[in-house]
């Protein structure tokens, strides 16, 4: 087909495209192949501008062709006419009489030449190749954005909701200030977070966040968190802005129910991991029907991190759990705190 085509194509239409692409292809395939040191991939590079030089030295040699023929000029075709006619001899008469003079064959009036054919303007011809090949290649840049992909039909990632309207616990506005559940999710709900948990091609179904304030405390102490729950994995990130250390938190545990602890740093701050088991609450929204009771939920693995390096209380804890009671591995959480905790602000007092 693309054979016929360039047959079919005039010649100034068909020799600037094939410059173009031979160009445009050969530069490409040389830059990749010196990239990668792909040699055999040079040598096909080459080939394309070995192959555009002489399209170029053909258009050149049919311009100069071009320029340097001139069109013969025309003959005089009366002067020819007359030449080519045998020419009557004159015959001796005793006693000419005045005439009029006979007006010979020659002299008539012949039909004008043909008016030569014009050829196609060349340049014009090249500038609409050129044209045409910048249109395709306009359509096949820009044709995966406007027609619609497979990934057209998959649903979006869920996105967290604005908190603008919402009216902050006076806890908030004290030094330091604390992050909202909408700065949590913001960062919490990030493109890569799948991947962190090792199921890169699941989409976030929702992502939510709230600013309210810790238990017990009287509404003094602020409480942030927001949540983004996948197919598989479900993320909870809370930060506690309390007096609570981590080396007293790690003491704690000693008489809790945490399992699996261990202590680490995460970005120079004291952190701590464990294992603990989420509550399960059923609600039954019907007519005259009652809550069921709190049972015991699948097992959870919590990052718990220092608010800032010097450990003055407080921490951001990252929570993973899944219904079917698999975990991540600890990695995992890792990641998840070193893409998140550095957009969130340290407890500067």
Known sequence: MLGLLLRVLPFWVREPLLIVVGSVLGVRILYLAFADGA????????????????RVHTVVRVLRARRNRT??????????????????QPQPQPQPQPQAAPTPASAARRPAP????????????????VAVFAALAAAVWLGPQLLPTEDAGRPRAASCASGEDEELPSAYT???????GEELCAALNRPGLAR??????????????TSGTAPLTAGK????EAQVQFDTYTVNVSATYNELTMAQSVKLMEFGDETDVRTLSVLGR???LFSDHTMRIEFDLGSGGSGGPVEQGPLARTLSVALDGKDRG?????????????????????????AVLPELPERTV
Do not use: C, H, M
């Not at 804890?317 to 698999?326: A, K, P």
């Open 39 to 54: 040699w055999v991939a040079a040598v096909i590079g080459a080939a394309f501008l070995v192959f555009t030089a002489v």
């Open 174 to 180: 004290k030094k330091p200030r604390a992050v909202t």
């Open 221 to 224: 102490v602020a409480q942030p």
């Open 71 to 88: 069109p013969a000029a025309p003959a005089d075709g009366a002067g020819t006419d007359s030449a080519a006619q045998p020419q009557p």
């Open 196 to 209: 962190l948990l090792g199921t890169p091609a699941e989409t976030a179904t929702t992502a939510s966040g």
């Open 114 to 129: 043909a008016a030569q054919e014009k050829e196609p303007n060349a340049w014009g011809q090249a500038l609409a190749a």
């Open 314 to 338: 407080g921490s951001y804890d990252i929570t993973v759990w899944s219904t079917s009671g698999t975990l991540p591995e600890d990695s995992a959480l890792l990641g998840i705190a070193e």
């Open 270 to 272: 004291p952190a701590v």
